[in-house]
């Protein structure tokens, strides 16, 4: 069974910068649809930023230009960095996998919590 477990994450100044990433325990070659998503205290899960195998890639419009998602199917990660970091931003984040654009995937991270605060 695939476990996705998350690193990086902390507390972060706003403007600041901030990478999570994720690694699998088996290979997401044959995965095609990976996320971040991030739920905020008291808000629904929201998706952040996906990659398909084919390398197309979408983000939600609060974070467009400011964070990247990258995927490396030979390290079997997939990467969240984050520039021009708001307080808003804050949350926990979550890798996801086997997903499409209509929802999210059975497979999660446990989480990583990204605090901006100054």
């Known amino acids: 069974q695939v476990r996705l477990v998350e690193s990086g994450g902390g507390l972060v100044q706003p403007g600041g910068s901030l990478s999570v990433s994720c690694v699998s325990s088996?290979?997401?070659?044959?995965?095609?649809?990976v996320a971040w998503y991030r739920q905020a205290p008291g808000k629904q899960r929201e998706l952040v930023a996906s990659?398909?195998?084919?390398?197309?890639?979408e983000y939600a419009d609060s974070v467009k230009g400011r964070f990247t998602i990258s995927r490396d199917n030979a390290r079997r990660t997939v990467d969240l960095q984050m520039n021009d970091l708001k307080p808003e931003d804050t949350a926990v984040y979550y890798c996801n996998a086997g997903g499409s654009h209509m929802a999210p995937g059975p497979i999660w991270g446990q989480g990583i919590q990204v605090t901006v605060s100054s």
């Open positions: 088996h290979s997401i070659n044959g995965i095609n649809y």
């Open positions: 990659v398909e195998r084919v390398g197309n890639i």
